[in-house]
């Protein structure tokens, strides 16, 4: 078993904030790792790795692009690894071009007003998302399941696929052929 944290655990333990027995059961091999944001040397490498993962996943041929890896490098990332793993993913299911771009408001820091700027991303990313999911559709003439479907196009489980297409109310019957 693997398991991670950014808390200090010898700490919340004398705190009493942290079950000592399960600490034990974690602290079988402690790796301590830097940050990512004092690892900004890391980041070419990490990049590479994951925008070929996702594009290979997605079935997208998408080459780096510098300006990106210079703003990639710049960002503090309070999410460390995870954060740039999400924020790669949603970049390129969100990428219609060969060169990976990602939007720089991406990557700011959530201010006093981020409840507004969140719903906003999130009805762009809904509206995104279905976007690329009606024209999936399209593509395969409303076929959802099977190699030559939406959801092998999109890289995802059938079942996933008909989730969405639910919660957005895509209307899959229109791209059926006549």
Do not use: C
């Not at 078993?1 to 004398?14: C, G, S, W």
């Not at 594009?55 to 990639?72: D, W």
């Not at 390129?92 to 906003?120: C, K, Y």
Request: no cysteine; hydrophobic share 40%; glycine share 4%.
């Amino acid at each position: 078993m693997l398991a991670a944290t950014n808390k200090d655990l010898i700490e919340a333990v004398a705190e009493k904030t942290f079950r000592q027995d399960l600490f034990y059961r974690l602290n079988v091999f402690p790796i301590k790792l830097p940050a990512l944001r004092d690892r900004a040397d890391d980041i070419p490498l990490l990049l590479e790795y994951l925008v070929d993962r996702y594009a290979q996943r997605a079935g997208k041929k998408i080459r780096s692009s510098k300006e990106t890896l210079n703003l990639f490098q710049r960002y503090t990332w309070p999410g460390n690894i995870r954060e740039l793993q999400n924020v790669v993913e949603r970049a390129l299911i969100l990428s219609d071009e060969v060169v990976f771009h990602v939007d720089a408001s991406w990557l700011m820091p959530a201010g006093p007003n981020s409840a507004v700027q969140s719903t906003t991303l999130r009805a762009d990313l809904s509206e995104r998302e279905k976007a690329i999911i009606e024209n999936a559709l399209r593509q395969t003439k409303g076929v959802v399941s099977g190699p030559t479907g939406a959801a092998a196009k999109l890289g995802m489980p059938r079942q996933t696929l008909e989730a969405k297409i639910k919660k957005l109310r895509v209307d899959r019957f229109r791209f059926k052929a006549s």
